[in-house]
C-alpha cells in the first residue's frame, strides 16, 4: 500500500485560510486521494477525494499537483470546529484506507 | 439517513474475558470495515468485508479476534481472550462501493478498556 507523509501538526487562526500539505511520492496511476478528518471521540469524517483534477466541495479544496507526488487540503476559512487530525490516504481498487498518523490542526481564536 | 451503528459505546473488562462488538451499516452498504484505533494512533485496519466474504483479514490476529457477517448485513466483531493491549476503539465502516473512489462512512466507535 503506497503511503503519504504529513506534518505531525499545524497552527491557524480563525477565519484564515489552512493548506494542510501531503506527500505520496509513489502514488500509483489507479490510486485515489482521499482526505478524512477525526474530530476528538468521533470517528473519521470524509472530507473530500480526488484522483487528477483539482476538487472543491462544501467543505474544502483538494489540490493535486500535477505529478500527482503531493496533493494540499485546503480549507478556506477555518473555524475552531475544523480542528481536528487530518489524514491524507491513498485508496487503491480495493477501496480500503490505509490511515496514517495524520496532521492535527489547532485553530485559534 | 441512519448512519453507522455500533454498539456497546464503552466496555471495561478484565484481561482473558471475552467481549463482542456489533456493526450496523449503512443500509445498502455491501461492503464493511472494522478498524481498531490506539489513543495517539491513526485507525489501523482489521478486517474488510465485502457482502458477507472476507476481502482482507491480513491484519487481524486470529487467534484471538474473530468476525463476522453473516447475512451480508450486519457484522459482529469478538476477542477471546482479551489482553491488555488490546484497549482501543474499535471502528465499524461502511461503504456503498468497492473501488478506490468509495466513500467511507464511520460509526462513533466502541471504546474497549482492558484491566
Known amino acids: 500500500d503506497a503511503k503519504t507523509t504529513q506534518p505531525n501538526s499545524m497552527e491557524s487562526n480563525e477565519e484564515e485560510p489552512v493548506h494542510l500539505p501531503c506527500n505520496h511520492s509513489?502514488?500509483?496511476?489507479?490510486?485515489?486521494i482521499h482526505w478524512y478528518r477525526q474530530l476528538p471521540s468521533q470517528g473519521p469524517e470524509y472530507v473530500i477525494h480526488g484522483l487528477t483534477s483539482n476538487v472543491n466541495n462544501r467543505m474544502a479544496s483538494l489540490a493535486i499537483a500535477e505529478d500527482r507526488k503531493s496533493s494540499t487540503l485546503i480549507l478556506h476559512r477555518a473555524t475552531l470546529r475544523d480542528a481536528a487530525v487530518y489524514y491524507c490516504?491513498?485508496?487503491?481498487?480495493?477501496?480500503?484506507?490505509?490511515f496514517g498518523q495524520g496532521t492535527t490542526l489547532q485553530v485559534k481564536p | 439517513e441512519a448512519g453507522v451503528a455500533q454498539s456497546p459505546r464503552y466496555k471495561i473488562i478484565e484481561k482473558r474475558q471475552s467481549v463482542a462488538f456489533w456493526c450496523n451499516p449503512i443500509s445498502g452498504h455491501a461492503t464493511l470495515y472494522w478498524y481498531q484505533q490506539i489513543l495517539g494512533q491513526g485507525p489501523k485496519l482489521l478486517i474488510q468485508f465485502q457482502n458477507n466474504g472476507v476481502v482482507d483479514d491480513s491484519q487481524l490476529p486470529k487467534d484471538r479476534f474473530s468476525a463476522e457477517r453473516l447475512k451480508g448485513v450486519d457484522s459482529t466483531l469478538k476477542i477471546q481472550p482479551a489482553k491488555l493491549e488490546d484497549s482501543a476503539v474499535y471502528l465499524c465502516a461502511s461503504s456503498s462501493m468497492t473501488g478506490g473512489a468509495g466513500e467511507l462512512f464511520f460509526g462513533e466507535g466502541s471504546r474497549l478498556t482492558v484491566l
Open positions: 509513489t502514488i500509483s496511476g489507479t490510486d485515489y
Open positions: 490516504i491513498l485508496s487503491g481498487n480495493t477501496g480500503k484506507l490505509i
